[in-house]
């Protein structure tokens, strides 16, 4: 009887000082139900002092620890695992960050989907792991007079389509990229965005012909961001080391230029919609008391429903 080869999965996170975060993150993936997988960890410490290191050797010695210099940061980090990840020839490269949680049965449904769909790259339902019905960063939608990539708050379990969806970014948390898409579109832009790569890469394999899909079966548990102070809230000096200087910062002008005219449908609709957010962010600073505008969400089952995917 022939024995069906597995599918080679190599999951990439890199890790700065978050020990027992990192271990939690690895304690979920060792639950991993799925016999069809032959999955390898590659975790870069990027000079962790807490160590994380000597716990992950402790605890999961067939874990794979590349060592960082301190100053990767999360895209070079990303990078330097996928590189090292591709010498063992995986099918697929799942990047994570290293907050998450995962089903037991997440990989399967992205691996499923990736299969089905070939030249794609799939994504989970981000959830938050306080309130775990509720989105987190899935499946923002380009708006040009909105000021580009419009994020949803309002979006739960029950508002997204039942099968998978074709999507125009995906965020870094949790992505299965098949290995091909390294060789045909390079690595993440780590010079230009040291801290948000993804906010680029994933648009760029959708315009070198990689299909982008959400698949909702599968269900990763996400720590939430912590809340910015708002930028009038700032002092003067490091309101504008935030928006001048600081390109790891996620209002860093600079960087958001960059994302709207690399990661914008165009170069004309991402500077159209720099333009816009420009004036909503003047417009903010301006207000003293009345709260940010926020436009009522529809349901994702609605906006996307054009893109839904016809199960195989």
């Known amino acids: 009887m022939q024995v069906k080869e597995r ?3 190599a999951v990439v996170t890199p890790i700065h000082n978050r020990r027992d975060i990192t271990l939690q993150c690895l304690r979920s993936l060792s639950r991993i139900q799925d016999d069809s997988l032959e999955v390898s960890v590659f975790i870069v410490d990027d000079l962790s002092t807490d160590g994380s290191a000597e716990a992950i050797r402790s605890q999961y010695p067939e874990t794979r620890i ?8 999360y895209t070079e980090g990303t990078n330097v695992g996928i ?4 010498e063992h020839e995986p099918d697929f490269v799942l990047a994570i960050n290293d907050d998450s949680v995962f089903d037991s049965q997440f990989l399967h449904y992205l691996v499923e989907t990736g299969q089905q769909n070939p030249k794609s790259v799939v994504g989970p339902l981000l959830l938050l792991w306080d309130e775990p019905h509720r989105l987190f960063q899935t499946s923002p939608k380009w708006s040009t007079f909105e000021g580009g990539w419009r994020h ?9 389509p039942s099968a998978p969806w074709e999507v125009d970014l995906i965020v870094g948390n949790c992505v299965l990229y098949p290995a091909s898409a390294f060789e045909d579109c390079g690595f993440m832009d780590s ?5 948000f790569g993804d906010a680029e890469f ?11 899909i959400i698949d909702p079966r599968s269900r990763v548990f996400c720590q939430p961001n912590a809340t910015p102070k708002r930028l009038r809230e700032r002092h003067l000096l490091q309101l504008a080391k935030d928006l001048i200087l600081d390109l790891k910062h996620p209002s860093n002008f600079t960087r958001l230029f960059l994302s709207h005219v690399r990661g914008g449908p165009s170069v004309i609709k991402g500077a159209t919609a720099w333009t816009v957010y420009v004036g909503n962010t003047m417009l903010n600073l301006l207000r003293k008391s009345s709260p940010e505008y926020r436009p009522p969400e529809p349901p994702l089952s609605q906006v996307f429903d054009r893109y839904v995917l016809t199960r195989k």
């Open 191 to 195: 010079r230009r965005f040291p801290n």
């Open 202 to 212: 994933t648009p760029r394999l959708k315009r070198a012909g990689y299909r982008l």
């Open 83 to 86: 590189r090292k990840a591709l």
């Open 152 to 160: 949803w708050n309002d979006q739960t379990v029950w508002t997204v």
């Open 66 to 73: 590349i060592q960082g210099d301190g100053n990767l940061w």
């Open 7 to 9: 599918t080679k999965i």
